[in-house]
């Protein structure tokens, strides 16, 4: 019996230090891992990943039909009744065995050099489906820092209505003794329960706002359960001047050579004027290369002037006919395929050439949005901060009123939800602010980081 309960008592140990563990580990949740974890497991990311490897398939298929094509084949025929022994050449009309053994080969010399643009035109296929990849990786990416920055203010407006609750049951206390001593009308007292009852209620809000933006996060993240899972609370610097160091056209300068959709639509442009290249191609005469070899076993082949049958390798040896050809083919007319070709060719350019400028058109746009953004933001923060720091004066006189008996429930209580509306507009403002300054630096190609 102690010996069970020695045991049990080392499975719980056991089991609680895998939890604590295991609870550590699911609490230890950064920006930066919550990305890097996103990146390995996101499926939209790993179907592009496969897209990239069929590019790569079609690149390497392509290289390898530079080389010649080897076949070699095997037979082995039963006649039966009168027919013509192939190797001798002569009618018979008893039953025969023949075995066939050949080798052909055959190398492409000249097509109009469409194999080499062929493979120019795949590479560059492959490093558009990497730009691709890398775009998605960037969406996610500024997904999961907006899900993020989203809790990291959801914990803020929580911290914010339970001050705000601890005040006004502090509150609650002075005006009981307020009224127990004459001071202050029953009235009050009601009004601050009531706005107790208000409070919890916006604790209960903030809460469920906060539970939300946590599973917002998992499921972006592909993670079965919220279950323990918490993030690291970073540091975040006070925000330096009121300006921002660099203009629209100067984050455009630098993102236009740096976002993979861009490169993205540069390599589809090259990739369609290698299409041109290889639909002429097919104007050109091709040439090509050709070789076989040719031997065979008959069970009646004789040795000459004999009647004994000849020796397997002999007849390998003897039967053995070997060729070589060149096949040239000079197009004349190929019901205008050609033709139709070169000039579909043409409009993928062009189409590639309009989808370059329209991405980058939409790049500009975008960055134009994001300064804009970001400018409207860091005026809001500074002019909301310079609006809490006066109103957070203007309540420490408001409540020295009320402690004296000056002012009413009413008009402390409005003044003081005044001033937890500001500091939530002052919190909305702020990850406002980080997550806009944020996009302005992925555009300059800094990795996103708190």
């Given at each position: 019996?102690?010996?069970?309960?020695?045991?049990?008592?080392?499975?719980?140990?056991?089991?609680?230090?895998?939890?604590?563990?295991?609870?550590?580990?699911?609490?230890?949740?950064?920006?930066?891992?919550?990305?890097?974890?996103?990146?390995?497991?996101?499926?939209?990311?790993?179907?592009?990943?496969?897209?990239?490897?069929?590019?790569?398939?079609?690149?390497?298929?392509?290289?390898?039909?530079?080389?010649?094509?080897?076949?070699?084949?095997?037979?082995?025929?039963?006649?039966?009744?009168?027919s013509?022994?192939?190797?001798?050449?002569?009618y018979?009309?008893?039953n025969?065995?023949?075995?066939?053994?050949?080798i052909?080969?055959?190398?492409?010399?000249?097509?109009?050099?469409?194999t080499?643009?062929?493979?120019?035109?795949?590479?560059?296929?492959?490093?558009?489906s990497?730009?691709?990849?890398?775009?998605?990786?960037?969406?996610?990416?500024?997904?999961?820092?907006?899900?993020?920055?989203?809790?990291?203010?959801?914990?803020?407006?929580?911290?914010?209505?339970?001050?705000q609750?601890?005040?006004?049951?502090?509150?609650?206390?002075?005006?009981?003794?307020?009224?127990?001593?004459?001071?202050?009308?029953?009235?009050?007292?009601?009004?601050?329960?009531?706005?107790?009852?208000?409070?919890?209620?916006?604790?209960?809000?903030?809460?469920?706002?906060?539970?939300?933006?946590?599973l917002?996060?998992?499921?972006?993240?592909?993670?079965?359960?919220?279950?323990?899972f918490?993030?690291?609370?970073p540091?975040?610097?006070?925000?330096?001047?009121?300006?921002?160091?660099?203009?629209?056209?100067?984050?455009?300068?630098?993102?236009?050579?740096?976002?993979?959709?861009?490169?993205?639509?540069?390599?589809?442009?090259?990739?369609?004027?290698?299409?041109?290249?290889?639909?002429?191609?097919?104007?050109?005469?091709?040439?090509?290369?050709?070789?076989?070899?040719?031997?065979?076993?008959s069970?009646?082949m004789?040795?000459?002037?004999?009647?004994?049958?000849?020796?397997?390798?002999?007849?390998?040896?003897?039967?053995?006919?070997?060729?070589?050809?060149?096949?040239?083919?000079?197009?004349?007319?190929?019901?205008?395929q050609?033709?139709?070709?070169?000039?579909?060719?043409?409009?993928?350019?062009?189409?590639?050439?309009?989808?370059?400028?329209?991405?980058?058109?939409?790049?500009?746009?975008?960055?134009?949005?994001?300064?804009?953004?970001?400018?409207?933001?860091?005026?809001?923060y500074?002019?909301?901060?310079?609006?809490?720091?006066?109103?957070e004066?203007?309540?420490?006189?408001?409540?020295?009123?009320?402690?004296?008996?000056?002012?009413?429930?009413?008009?402390?209580?409005?003044?003081?939800?005044?001033?937890?509306?500001?500091?939530?507009?002052?919190?909305?403002?702020?990850?406002?602010?980080?997550?806009k300054?944020?996009?302005?630096?992925?555009?300059?190609?800094?990795?996103?980081?708190?």
């Amino acid at each position: 019996m102690k010996k069970t309960t020695i045991s049990i008592n080392l499975f719980l140990i056991i089991v609680l230090f895998f939890n604590v563990n295991i609870n550590a580990q699911e609490a230890d949740w950064s920006l930066e891992k919550c990305i890097d974890y996103a990146l390995k497991n996101n499926i939209q990311i790993k179907q592009q990943e496969l897209n990239t490897k069929y590019s790569g398939n079609l690149l390497k298929q392509s290289r390898a039909d530079i080389l010649p094509s080897i076949n070699a084949s095997l037979s082995e025929n039963f006649n039966f009744g009168r027919s013509v022994d192939m190797l001798t050449y002569q009618y018979t009309n008893e039953n025969t065995k023949q075995s066939n053994f050949s080798i052909n080969t055959s190398v492409n010399l000249f097509n109009g050099f469409q194999t080499i643009n062929t493979i120019k035109q795949n590479q560059l296929n492959l490093q558009s489906s990497l730009a691709d990849l890398e775009k998605i990786k960037n969406d996610v990416s500024l997904n999961i820092a907006s899900a993020f920055l989203q809790i990291l203010f959801s914990e803020e407006l929580l911290e914010v209505a339970n001050n705000q609750l601890v005040t006004t049951k502090l509150q609650l206390t002075r005006i009981q003794q307020l009224v127990e001593a004459g001071t202050l009308a029953q009235g009050s007292l009601l009004d601050v329960q009531s706005q107790i009852a208000s409070e919890e209620l916006q604790i209960v809000n903030s809460q469920n706002q906060l539970d939300i933006a946590y599973l917002n996060l998992v499921q972006m993240l592909d993670i079965d359960s919220v279950g323990n899972f918490k993030i690291n609370k970073p540091a975040i610097q006070n925000f330096g001047n009121e300006t921002l160091p660099f203009s629209v056209e100067q984050i455009f300068a630098e993102s236009v050579n740096k976002m993979p959709q861009i490169q993205s639509a540069e390599f589809k442009l090259l990739s369609s004027q290698k299409g041109l290249s290889i639909a002429k191609g097919r104007i050109s005469p091709s040439l090509s290369l050709s070789g076989s070899y040719y031997t065979g076993y008959s069970d009646k082949m004789t040795n000459l002037g004999t009647t004994e049958k000849m020796a397997f390798n002999d007849q390998i040896k003897n039967n053995a006919r070997k060729a070589i050809g060149f096949d040239l083919t000079i197009p004349i007319f190929n019901k205008l395929q050609t033709h139709t070709a070169i000039s579909n060719s043409k409009i993928d350019i062009l189409n590639s050439d309009y989808t370059l400028q329209t991405a980058k058109n939409q790049l500009h746009k975008e960055i134009q949005q994001a300064y804009a953004d970001a400018m409207a933001a860091m005026k809001k923060y500074f002019a909301t901060e310079k609006t809490v720091t006066s109103m957070e004066e203007s309540f420490r006189y408001t409540q020295q009123k009320f402690d004296v008996g000056m002012l009413n429930s009413v008009d402390y209580n409005l003044a003081k939800n005044n001033l937890a509306k500001t500091k939530s507009d002052l919190l909305q403002a702020k990850y406002e602010y980080i997550f806009k300054t944020k996009i302005l630096d992925f555009y300059r190609g800094t990795p996103i980081k708190l």
